[in-house]
Structure formats: structure tokens, C-alpha cells
């Protein structure tokens, strides 16, 4: 499983909460998260995080893996 996330800085926080309200409009249950929470998020569901690739314009691409093991 691969998702893209976002790095933050103080710079990027009202473009990102921009961006966040934007999908939020689009769908209740999207929006910018936490990169954290995240991967407690998969932890939970027995994904183990694989890598994290720099992105351009501040982004992250998070690849997970599915564990066969608890």
C-alpha cells in the first residue's frame, strides 16, 4: 500500500489547511493527516511501514507493507 502524505512547515500550514478543508468538502472521511498517526493507523491494521520517499513540493510518498505476523 502506498499513500502520499505532506511534510509541514509553518510556510505550507494555510495552504495545507486549504487543501485539508478542500477535501474534507469533497468527502468527510479525507483530509490531511498526521504522518503518525498514520502509521499507528496501519500498525493497527498489521501493515508495516516500508519506506518513505521525499516528494516534490513538500510531499511524501509511504509505502506499507501487509504483515502475515501479530
Same mark, same amino acid.
Do not use: C
Given at each position: 500500500?502506498?499513500?502520499? =502524505?505532506?511534510?509541514?512547515?509553518?510556510?505550507? +500550514?494555510?495552504?495545507?489547511? =486549504?487543501?485539508?478543508?478542500?477535501? *474534507?468538502?469533497?468527502?468527510?472521511?479525507?483530509?490531511? *493527516?498526521?504522518?503518525?498517526?498514520?502509521? =499507528?493507523?496501519?500498525?493497527?491494521?498489521?501493515?508495516? +511501514?516500508?519506506?518513505?520517499?521525499?516528494?516534490?513540493?513538500?510531499? +511524501?510518498?509511504?509505502?506499507?507493507? *501487509?504483515?502475515?505476523?501479530?
Amino acid at each position: 500500500m502506498t499513500i502520499t =502524505a505532506r511534510t509541514f512547515g509553518e510556510a505550507q +500550514l494555510s495552504r495545507n489547511a =486549504a487543501f485539508d478543508e478542500y477535501l *474534507r468538502s469533497q468527502n468527510r472521511e479525507w483530509g490531511v *493527516r498526521n504522518l503518525d498517526d498514520v502509521v =499507528a493507523a496501519a500498525r493497527a491494521e498489521h501493515f508495516i +511501514l516500508k519506506q518513505i520517499y521525499q516528494m516534490p513540493a513538500k510531499n +511524501l510518498s509511504v509505502v506499507f507493507e *501487509r504483515s502475515f505476523y501479530e
